[in-house]
Each structure stands twice: as structure tokens, then as C-alpha cells.
């Protein structure tokens, strides 16, 4: 079956490092692929989803490329601020299927 | 104005009681769902409706039930709860059945002791 697998946090860095957050997907066909991000205390929220191969997805200064041959939908951002500490959801869903989330990474960023 | 909007916030009650959780979404979605989240963080299905039809129920035990009287509406009811059942619990809607983004409640914390 469809499964989504991320690198494990918690992730800190310090504002403005540079953040990647690592997710690769098992998945048959072409699945549409989202991030999700948690703030403290509040429910998901969609960040940015992207639906087929090389399409790239960006919001808030995030970014992520549907890389269809390594199966990955890596989310990234130049500069990270206090504001952006949250838990972020990689997530797929296939084209007659439910969302299937991955088990989220933890991001902290101290001042 | 908010969205998805579900009560209680916070839910402490003892085992082996029955308790509900109600979801309202303003929307006009079709589909809407309840997710339960663990203390890991980690995000599992339990159940979705489409136009108050039940379309996913995944493996939960029978002592949780849904309950959609329309479909801007989605209700959980839990008999006999357990300490196993402490988790935090999302409704979610979406305008459709597949592929489409999910609006997410601000969560039920549910602590059963």
C-alpha cells in the first residue's frame, strides 16, 4: 500500500539557517503530494501540494519539487524564522484514495 | 467564522464513561473525517463521510462510533472509554472525496484517566 516515510526531528536550527526537511513516498501511479504544518496547540493546515512530476509547490517562503525518480517531495526554505517552529506532515494521495500523512518532524528554531 | 469547529477543547473524564465530540464545518464541504493523533504526533484515520454516507472506516473499535445528521456535520461518540483512547482527535473536511486539500478543526484533547 501507499506509505510516506520522513526524516525524524526534532530539527533545530538557529534563524535564518537554511531548513530541509526529507520525505520520500511509496505510492502506485501518480499520487498528488502536500506538506502540512502544526502550529503549537492548533490543528494542520495545508502549506503547499504539488500533483504530478517536477511540478514544485511554494508557500510562506517554503518550497518543494515532485521528483518522481528518487520518489522524494523534500520541503525546503532559505531562511528560517522563530515563527516557523511548528510540526511539518508530509502527505500523499493517490488519485480514488484517502490522505495518508507521514509521522511528522518536529522544528524548533531559537533565536 | 472559523471553519471546522469542534467541542470540546479539552475532554478529562474516567474510564469505562461515554462521552461525545461534536464537529461543525461552514464550508459547504462534502467530506469531512475524524483523525485521531497520538502523543508522537502521529496522524491516523478513523473515519470519513461524504454527503453523510461513511465511505472510510478503518480498523477502530466498534466502541467509537460517528454519527453525520447532515453533511455540515460530523459527530464521535466513544462508549466504555479507555486509557488507550487518550489522544488528541481532528475533525476535517474537504470538498471532495479525493485529492483535495483538508481543513482541520483545532482538536479535541481527549485524557482518560
Known amino acids: 500500500g501507499n506509505s510516506v516515510t520522513q526524516m525524524e526531528g526534532p530539527v533545530t536550527l538557529s534563524e535564518e539557517a537554511f531548513l530541509t526537511i526529507n520525505c520520500t513516498y511509496t505510492?502506485?501511479?501518480?499520487?498528488?503530494l502536500f506538506w502540512y504544518v502544526q502550529y503549537p496547540g492548533e490543528g494542520l493546515q495545508l502549506l503547499l501540494k504539488a500533483t504530478k512530476a517536477d511540478d514544485k509547490g511554494s508557500n510562506k517562503g517554503f518550497e518543494a519539487t515532485y521528483r518522481k525518480e528518487t520518489t522524494s517531495f523534500h520541503l525546503e526554505k532559505g531562511s528560517v524564522q522563530v515563527s516557523d517552529s511548528a510540526v511539518y506532515f508530509c502527505?500523499?494521495?493517490?488519485?480514488?484514495?484517502?490522505?495518508?500523512f507521514g509521522p511528522g518532524t518536529s522544528l524548533s528554531v531559537i533565536p | 467564522d472559523t471553519a471546522v469547529s469542534q467541542t470540546p477543547k479539552y475532554l478529562v473524564t474516567q474510564m469505562g464513561n461515554d462521552k461525545s465530540i461534536k464537529c461543525e464545518q461552514n464550508?459547504?464541504?462534502?467530506?469531512m473525517y475524524w483523525y485521531k493523533q497520538d502523543s508522537k504526533k502521529f496522524l491516523k484515520i478513523m473515519f470519513s463521510?461524504?454527503?453523510?454516507?461513511?465511505?472510510i472506516n478503518e480498523t477502530v473499535p466498534n466502541r467509537f462510533s460517528p454519527k453525520s445528521p447532515d453533511k455540515a456535520h460530523l459527530n464521535l461518540h466513544i462508549n466504555s472509554l479507555e486509557l488507550g483512547d487518550s489522544a488528541v482527535y481532528f475533525c476535517?473536511?474537504?470538498?471532495?472525496?479525493?485529492?483535495?486539500?483538508?481543513?482541520f478543526g483545532s482538536g479535541t484533547q481527549l485524557s482518560v484517566l
Open positions: 464550508l459547504g464541504h462534502d467530506t
Open positions: 463521510y461524504n454527503n453523510k454516507e461513511l465511505i
Open positions: 502527505a500523499l494521495s493517490g488519485l480514488y484514495d484517502k490522505v495518508i
Open positions: 505510492a502506485t501511479g501518480y499520487p498528488s
Open positions: 476535517a473536511s474537504s470538498r471532495a472525496q479525493f485529492n483535495e486539500k483538508l481543513f
